[in-house]
């Protein structure tokens, strides 16, 4: 595996990446999101492991960043210099007002490398990271996907950088679920598989750990979240 990433990007131009209905959905569910998610204990715990690890004034990407809440908060509050990507216009807006302390940007992850250009208005190059966090948003890829997704993330991470994400534990690719009056999209691994795909793509488990969650919301079923802290190998 290459460090910067490279092989990731080469296999993402070969890749029919198709998002169509995600960001529309998420768009229309807005602030619901929140509502039905009202609390995410196992995402603020593992926001706070982030936060304090890092040296202070890190760079932290945060991808998938929905309403920014929690994570974009937790991290800005700590005094980190943090950078949002979503595919949804919509939650950008909700993120941008409710962390004005950190930066958003429309972006999708397969367009993330160094040098490229990525969304439209956004900058030609993010830079390299301390931190990266990514809370339930690779779920949203293909499984083919997911381990590009990795191993661009990991290009963007300094040496010896943190990444702390969450998948749900569902061994499913691609799969169309009722999510708060929309459909969506996503994949899932078992907990032992989805540690081989994170390791394959650079990164030790420093951590992890799982909550059960029951959503607010009655058309999401109750779900095992899996949580990794992980650090970026050279």
């Not at 309403?67 to 210099?81: C, F, I, K, N, Y």
């Not at 690779?138 to 997704?149: G, S």
């Not at 993330?153 to 534990?169: I, N, S, T, Y």
């Not at 488990?205 to 909550?211: F, I, K, N, T």
């Amino acid at each position: 595996m290459s460090g910067d990433g490279h092989h990731g990007h080469e296999a993402y131009g070969r890749l029919e990446i198709d998002r169509s209905g995600q960001a529309e959905a998420f768009d229309a569910i807005g602030d619901r999101y929140d509502e039905a998610f009202p609390h995410k204990d196992g995402q603020v715990q593992s926001s706070r492991w982030l936060a304090g690890a890092l040296p202070a004034n890190s760079r932290v990407l945060d991808v998938g960043s929905g309403t920014g809440v929690p994570t974009a908060r937790e991290l800005s509050d700590a005094g980190h210099d943090v950078v949002g990507i979503d595919i949804s216009p919509g939650m950008l807006k909700i993120a941008r007002d409710n962390v004005p302390g950190a930066t958003f940007h429309l972006a999708d992850i397969a367009g993330l490398r160094p040098g490229a250009p990525f969304g439209p208005g956004g900058p030609r190059d993010l830079g390299r990271f301390d931190g990266v966090s990514a809370y339930f948003s690779l779920l949203m890829l293909p499984r083919a996907e997911i381990p590009l997704a990795l191993r661009t993330l990991h290009g963007l991470l300094k040496p010896d950088g943190l990444l702390a994400m969450a998948m749900v534990e569902a061994d499913v690719d691609d799969f169309a679920i009722p999510f708060l009056g929309n459909t969506i999209r996503v994949s899932g691994y078992l907990r032992d598989e989805l540690r081989q795909v994170v390791h394959d793509a650079g990164f030790d488990v420093l951590a992890e750990d799982s909550h059960a969650y029951a959503p607010a919301s009655t058309d999401v079923p109750p779900e095992l979240q899996l949580f990794l802290h992980c650090r970026r190998r050279a």
